[in-house]
């Protein structure tokens, strides 16, 4: 069953030069909680990749389907239980701090609001 498009969060991402880089989606009802990405229409990506699918995020139940889209329609898919997303979220936290990448310092998220 799909979601109405009223149900979905949007997300725009822009960079530290304000370039809009990334939009990305929540739809609680699609498939399960799904969370996706994809490349925003900005220039700075190749004409083929603009407005294309990066990632999803699937909530199964029990952990986390995901999957990267590729240019030649290729797609890696990994499969997580909650432990090892909660693993991984630990490294990648680690990660940001070491190599002073934080996200929130690369990144600006907002989420967009929708008139009813």
Known sequence: MKSNPEDIREFEIFD???SHEYRAFFDEKYKGSTFSLKYSN???????????EACTI????????????????KKSII??????VNQLKI??????????????NTYR????????
């Open 91 to 104: 490294l990648l936290k680690i990660i940001d701090q070491i190599e002073d990448r934080e996200i929130e």
């Open 42 to 52: 900005n220039g700075v990506w190749t004409e083929h990749t603009r407005d294309q």
């Open 79 to 84: 499969n997580l239980d909650y432990s090892e």
């Open 109 to 116: 998220i907002l989420e967009c609001i929708k008139n009813t």
């Open 58 to 73: 699937t909530d199964k139940g029990d952990g986390y389907k995901i999957e990267f889209f590729k240019s030649d329609n």
């Open 16 to 18: 530290k030069d304000n």
